[in-house]
């Protein structure tokens, strides 16, 4: 089993707006961090995924009212919940979450949604929105969870192993020393 993660976020203004160029910067090389990061599976390319695999996106019922059709959303596979954890919480995208309240409304939603998938399929969109509107709802469950309430792949809760997370970043931050300082000379 591999561990899928979605996020999903509303932009303050529209990703043109000279005040989103920071965003814009970092976000190329937070993909490529996550690319280069152990653990990492596959993520989702939106609309230039011509495989279809991820299926169409689509995004929460969060978005209603908002007057935007679309958000910042990510989908996303990772080997296990302490890659996903290193990766989130360190190095270059450890900075934009620092950031991210200059670009992203206040969210009355989750942070992000975790679930388990089969190793041999990707999730979808749709699949990713419905577990992602059910942790609002429901609160944890081995069905969606987040890193404060893991579960295994069996679906047991789980402890996180804090100690393979630093060791994580710690090898994650070799491979990402160019981009951090890029990140960190870039305007917010």
Same mark, same amino acid.
């Given at each position: ?36 990061a152990l653990g990492f599976v596959a993520r ?57 309240? !200059?670009? @992203? ?12 998938? %089969?190793? +041999?399929?990707? =999730? ?11 942790? !609002?709802? @429901? ?12 579960? %295994?792949? +069996?679906?047991? =809760? ?13 090898? @994650? ?16």
């Amino acid at each position: 089993m591999y561990l899928a993660s979605y996020n999903f976020g509303l932009p303050r203004k529209s990703l043109e707006d000279p005040s989103f160029e920071g965003f814009n910067l970092r976000e190329p090389l937070n993909f490529e961090a996550a690319e280069q990061a152990l653990g990492f599976v596959a993520r989702s390319k939106y609309d230039s995924d011509e495989s279809g695999a991820w299926g169409e996106q689509v995004f929460p019922r969060f978005i209603k009212g908002s007057g935007l059709e679309s958000g910042l959303s990510q989908l996303s596979v990772w080997r296990d919940i302490e890659t996903l954890m290193a990766f989130t919480y360190s190095g270059v995208h450890a900075n934009a979450l620092k950031h991210g309240h !200059h670009w @992203n409304r206040k969210r009355e939603w989750p942070a992000v949604v975790l679930w388990w998938v %089969d190793e +041999d399929r990707l =999730p979808t969109w749709s699949e990713a929105v419905e577990r992602f509107e059910y942790l !609002h709802d @429901n609160g944890p469950s081995a069905f969606a969870f987040d890193f404060k309430v893991p579960f %295994d792949s +069996d679906g047991r =809760p789980a402890t996180i192993d804090r100690s393979t997370v630093k060791a994580l970043k710690a090898y @994650n931050a070799r491979g990402q020393r160019e981009k951090l300082t890029a990140v960190l000379a870039m305007k917010v």
